[in-house]
C-alpha cells in the first residue's frame, strides 16, 4: 500500500522548536509598536495651537478685508490676531502644554500676522501712492518681521543668557511693531486729513518701526507680569480689564493711538532698566574676577618646592685610575 504524500502545507504552519516565537506573538508585538508609535495626543498640547491657528485665521481675514476696501475691520482683524498672540504662550505654559511644534507654528502665524499682513494694509491703505518706493517700505517691514522671528527663536535657546534677560526682548517684538506701524490709519480714522507729504511720513515711519524690530535695542517683553496676583488687587484687576475693553470697543482708534504713543514713549526707559541690570551683573563679577587674579598672582610669586637632592652613589662613578 502507497502511503500518502506527504501535506505541504501542515509542514509549512508547523513552527520548529528551536524558533524564539510564534508569529501571532511577532504580529502582537508589532501591533503593541504600532499603538506606542501612534500615541494619543493630550487635549491640553492642542488648545494653545488652536489659539495660534485662530489668530492666523484673523490675519488672513484682515488682508481680504483690507483688499476689499473695508481698512476698519481688517485693522480690527489684526488688533484681535495680536490678542490671541499673547494669550496662547500663557495658556500653553499654564497647561504645561508647550511643544517644539506649537512653538514653530507660532512663529510662522506671527510672521504672517504682523509682518505681511500690516504691511499689506499699509500699502492698500496709503504706501500705494508712492509706486515702486511704496511697496518697498511695506516689503522691508515684512522682511524685518520675520528676520526678527528668526532672530529670537535662536537666542530663546542660548544657555548664556542671564535669568534677568527674560524680562527684555531684543528688538521690538512682532506684535508690538504691528500695533506700531499701524499709528497713521489710527489716526486717519480719529479725522486726521490727508496732506502733501503725509505718505512719504508714513514710508519714513514705516522704515523706521522696521529698523526697531531687527535693532539690538532692549525692550520690556512683561512676560513675566500677571503670573500672580496679591489677593487684594483682584477686584482692582477685573475693573481695569473691563474698563479697557469697554473704551478699546467704545473708542477703538483712540485707545490704540494712545496706546502706540505711550508704548514708543516708554522705549528709552526699557534701554535704561537693561543697563541698570547689566552695570549689577559687572558689580557682581568684579570680587570674582579679583579673587581668581589674586589667586593666579599668588601661585605666580610663590617659589616652587624643591626636594633635597639624593646623595650621589659612589657605586655608579668611574673607578679611580691608578
Request: hydrophobic letters at 55%.
Amino acid at each position: 500500500m502507497v502511503a500518502p504524500p506527504p501535506n505541504r502545507y501542515i509542514g509549512a504552519m508547523a513552527t520548529s522548536p528551536f524558533e524564539p516565537e510564534s508569529r501571532s506573538e511577532r504580529l502582537r508585538e508589532r501591533l503593541r509598536e504600532r499603538r506606542r508609535r501612534f500615541k494619543g495626543i493630550p487635549v491640553r498640547t492642542l488648545l494653545p495651537n488652536l489659539i495660534t491657528l485662530l489668530a492666523l485665521c484673523a490675519g488672513l481675514t484682515g488682508v481680504r478685508l483690507a483688499i476689499e476696501g473695508k481698512l476698519e475691520w481688517a485693522v480690527a482683524a489684526i488688533v484681535f490676531a495680536a490678542m490671541l498672540d499673547g494669550i496662547d504662550g500663557r495658556v500653553a505654559r499654564m497647561l504645561k502644554g508647550t511643544s517644539r511644534f506649537g512653538a514653530e507654528l507660532d512663529s510662522l502665524a506671527d510672521f504672517f500676522n504682523f509682518g505681511v499682513a500690516p504691511a499689506m494694509i499699509l500699502y492698500l491703505w496709503g504706501l500705494h501712492e508712492l509706486g515702486n518706493a511704496g511697496w518697498i517700505a511695506a516689503m522691508v517691514f515684512a522682511i524685518c518681521a520675520g528676520l526678527r522671528l528668526a532672530r529670537f527663536n535662536v537666542m530663546i535657546d542660548d544657555p548664556n543668557r542671564p535669568a534677568w534677560a527674560a524680562n527684555f526682548f531684543v528688538g521690538m517684538p512682532a506684535p508690538g511693531g504691528a500695533i506700531a506701524v499701524l499709528l497713521p490709519i489710527y489716526l486717519f480714522f480719529l479725522g486726521m486729513p490727508k496732506f502733501a507729504g503725509l505718505q512719504l511720513i508714513v514710508f519714513l515711519y514705516t522704515l523706521s518701526i522696521a529698523i526697531l524690530m531687527v535693532s539690538r535695542l532692549p525692550v520690556f517683553s512683561g512676560k513675566r507680569v500677571g503670573k500672580r496676583v496679591a489677593p487684594e488687587m483682584v477686584l482692582p484687576v477685573f475693573v481695569l480689564v473691563v474698563a479697557f475693553f469697554a473704551l478699546l470697543i467704545a473708542y477703538p482708534w483712540f485707545v490704540l493711538a494712545i496706546g502706540t504713543l505711550a508704548y514708543l514713549t516708554s522705549l528709552p526707559f526699557g534701554v535704561v532698566a537693561y543697563r541698570k541690570h547689566e552695570r549689577a551683573d559687572a558689580a557682581a563679577a568684579k570680587p570674582a574676577q579679583a579673587a581668581a587674579a589674586a589667586t593666579v598672582a599668588t601661585a605666580a610669586t610663590e617659589p616652587a618646592a624643591t626636594t633635597p637632592a639624593a646623595p650621589a652613589d659612589d657605586s655608579e662613578r668611574p673607578a679611580r685610575l691608578n
